[in-house]
């Protein structure tokens, strides 16, 4: 068993979706980023990367690379998978919380768990998503952009 921990951040900036764990949410801006700038997703997989030892996905998936111009963060995350499988891993469970002021997510946690979970090729039951705010402290309370973080367990196969 190896155990790895993520974390990402990223700017909330106006005419971009809001794509969470796979999910559109609904809301007035969207992550920055180059790929979907899906945080919590990118969370999930640094972890994974980490327990791993495979490096993270600045190198795996760089921004310098037009292959992953606003690609599906889902995707990436099915290759860091493969990436595991391929180091005779597979992954136990994650747990990863998200950080943002606004807007809620409970309503569409349960789909974002469900997101993870296949592309891990895992149980959803596997996958678990919080949410907190920082009581509109820091970059994240005062909504100018979202943190998470994440914890992975794998085992070698």
């Not at 007035?28 to 180059?34: N, V």
């Not at 820091?138 to 367990?153: E, I, P, W």
Request: aromatic residues 4%; charged residues 20%.
């Amino acid at each position: 068993m190896r155990m790895g921990h993520g974390y990402d951040v990223h700017r909330l900036t106006a005419g971009r979706p809001l794509i969470l764990g796979g999910v559109h949410v609904p809301y007035d801006r969207g992550l920055d980023g180059h790929s979907d700038a899906d945080v919590l997703t990118h969370a999930v997989m640094d972890a994974l990367l980490g327990a791993a030892a495979l490096g993270d996905i600045g190198h795996l998936f760089p921004d310098s690379d037009d292959a992953f111009l606003n690609i599906s963060s889902l995707v990436l995350l099915s290759r860091v998978r493969d990436a595991l499988a391929n180091a005779g891993y597979r992954v136990v469970n994650i747990d990863a919380t998200l950080i943002a002021q606004a807007p809620k997510v409970g309503p569409y946690r349960r789909q974002m768990q469900e997101n993870l979970a296949a592309a891990l090729a895992i149980g959803p039951g596997c996958v678990n998503v919080k949410a907190t705010t920082e009581e509109h402290l820091g970059f994240t309370g005062d909504g100018s952009g979202m943190s998470a973080h994440a914890v992975a367990l794998i085992e070698h196969i």
